[in-house]
């Protein structure tokens, strides 16, 4: 008696093993078309698309630590210290220590970062719509959801 929720083992696949059509090549790829439509669609040419989501962090969970802002964007710690330098040096984050350990640093948006966001808003929902274009209404809803599975589904391993 099998368990429903059980895969069946996969049969051996003796295909030849084409990297173009694995997941990870395809996820990288539109990943990739994505950022070339971020970049030329942006309402703010010097904005990147992983600094545009770090501001939105800051914007939905108010001011965090470097630390929150790594769980919150999917971004490693090298990646995020250097997202941080580039915002600040534009002043559209502002540092300041945490009152409860000195040693950490806390991330706030500024107003010239708040201001940079309600701007790109509608160039956003336009990348996200461009970045989707050749989908139909269906077709959006069920590569959302799945993608939100596959995620999900780290959560749930481990």
Not at 33 to 44: E, K, L, Y
Not at 59 to 83: F, N
């Amino acid at each position: 008696m099998s368990n429903k929720n059980t895969p069946a083992p996969a049969a051996p696949d003796t295909a030849p093993y084409d990297v173009t059509e694995q997941v990870g090549h395809l996820l990288r790829k539109a990943y990739q078309r994505h950022t070339a439509i971020f970049q030329q669609q942006a309402c703010d040419p010097q904005l990147t698309s992983i600094q545009f989501v770090t501001l939105c962090a800051l914007r939905d969970h108010g001011p965090s630590s470097q630390a929150e802002l790594i769980k919150a964007t999917a971004v490693d710690q090298a990646t995020i210290r250097g997202i941080v330098e580039r915002l600040k040096a534009r002043g559209l984050i502002e540092l300041s220590p945490d009152p409860d350990d000195r040693r950490k640093v806390i991330v706030g948006l500024t107003d010239s970062g708040a201001a940079l966001l309600d701007a790109m808003i509608p160039c956003a929902r336009q990348i996200s719509e461009l970045s989707m274009g050749c989908l139909n209404a269906a077709e959006r809803v069920a590569i959302l959801f799945l993608l939100r599975k596959m995620i999900d589904g780290d959560d749930q391993a481990g």
